[in-house]
């Protein structure tokens, strides 16, 4: 289908649904669908008027030029009209877009210490505060839920949930491998190593979005235990949650209660299986596309972080910043997210085209 049969059938739809609404004959269930898609519908359907009408202008002024009385008032406004066009058509692409039902939720944060050892470590903790600081330059709620710490400032795991307005839709390009190479503190020779953590950014499900059978779960209840074995709890308040047809486990011990680790444990499996399923749906819609950021590969190489230059490359869209304490500061990770959302908007601009 062609987009300008798409864009008739969007102006007949919400013709048809405006003499629905104004016709008094729908049920009070029907009343409400039928008002929300037609409210949905009415910007698309205001932006191809525009197009339109500025096309049909575009005809008309070019027709005037042809009297000599009127050719360079009309010259000047065709030329206008030129300029108008090609942004009132991209505005349309937009928003003929599918939309992702997943931009608008909360998310969960997973890092892990990847290949590197303490370095690792450190690195993982290094990006959790990042993801923190981006989130309060957004005024989020960052919400740790769960740290496993070295010892010496690093994190083997940690997880939060970040809350606010398009978090997922700012976040969810962030999943992957990241790179760093700097001159551990560890290392006394002054030599160069390379390490990595990964991250995943899974959008927050609601008991709406995924179901779970309670007999598909086993759950174990453990004492909780703190670095180096230090007790946290002398009752067995630590919850392990194993998601018997998948295989998923999720631990939670840093609550004293038991409820408590086990809703935090529940929030975080229904985002994983959420995820899991978001995975499996887009692997069969994306298995023609070529142009999309990233596979969605979670071991797939990102980004890298080299510190002696101060660069940060991202290696989906070839993008490479020297700002990297900015950056790291949560300040100008925006410049990286920023650039990805606009590539993966221009490659689905592109197929819409196709």
Do not use: C
């Amino acid at each position: 289908m062609s987009l300008l049969q798409k864009l008739d059938q969007v102006v007949a739809r919400h013709a048809e649904l405006q003499a629905s609404l104004s016709g008094g004959a729908l049920d009070s269930q029907k009343f409400v669908a039928a008002s929300k898609e037609y409210a949905e519908l009415g910007p698309l359907v205001e932006a191809v008027n525009a197009w339109r009408k500025a096309e049909q202008d575009l005809k008309d002024t070019e027709a005037m030029a042809a009297d000599p009385d009127m050719k360079d008032m009309a010259e000047e406004e065709a030329a206008s009209l030129r300029k108008q066009i090609p942004a009132l058509e991209q505005a349309v692409k937009k928003m003929l877009l599918p939309k992702d039902a997943a931009d608008e939720k909360n998310a969960i944060l997973e890092i892990r210490a990847g290949t590197g050892g303490d370095e690792a470590a450190l690195f993982a903790a290094d990006l959790f505060r990042m993801y923190q600081r981006y989130a309060a330059e957004h005024k989020w709620k960052f919400e740790v839920m769960e740290l496993s710490d070295t010892g010496i400032g690093g994190y083997r795991e940690a997880i939060a949930t970040v809350t606010g307005r398009n978090v997922f839709a700012r976040l969810k390009f962030e999943s992957g491998v990241h790179r760093v190479q700097r001159v551990p503190a560890t290392e006394n020779a002054g030599r160069i190593h390379t390490s990595a953590a990964t991250v995943a950014v899974l959008p927050e499900a609601e008991e709406v979005d995924i179901k779970i059978d309670e007999k598909d779960l086993r759950i174990d209840v453990f004492r909780s235990s703190g670095p180096g074995g230090q007790s946290v709890n002398t009752t067995d308040s630590a919850v392990r949650i194993t998601h018997l047809p998948t295989g998923v486990v999720v631990s939670q011990q840093d609550e004293k209660s038991q409820h408590k680790n086990r809703a935090k444990a529940m929030k975080i499996l229904r985002a994983r299986l959420y995820d899991a399923e978001r995975q499996r749906l887009d692997d069969l819609r994306s298995a023609d596309r070529k142009g999309q950021v990233g596979s969605g590969d979670r071991s797939e190489r990102i980004r890298t972080y080299n510190f002696p230059q101060s660069r940060v490359t991202d290696h989906r869209i070839n993008l490479t910043l020297y700002n990297l304490d900015e950056i790291m500061e949560g300040r100008a990770l925006d410049q990286v997210i920023d650039a990805l959302i606009a590539e993966d908007e221009a490659s689905r601009l592109s197929e819409l085209a196709a």
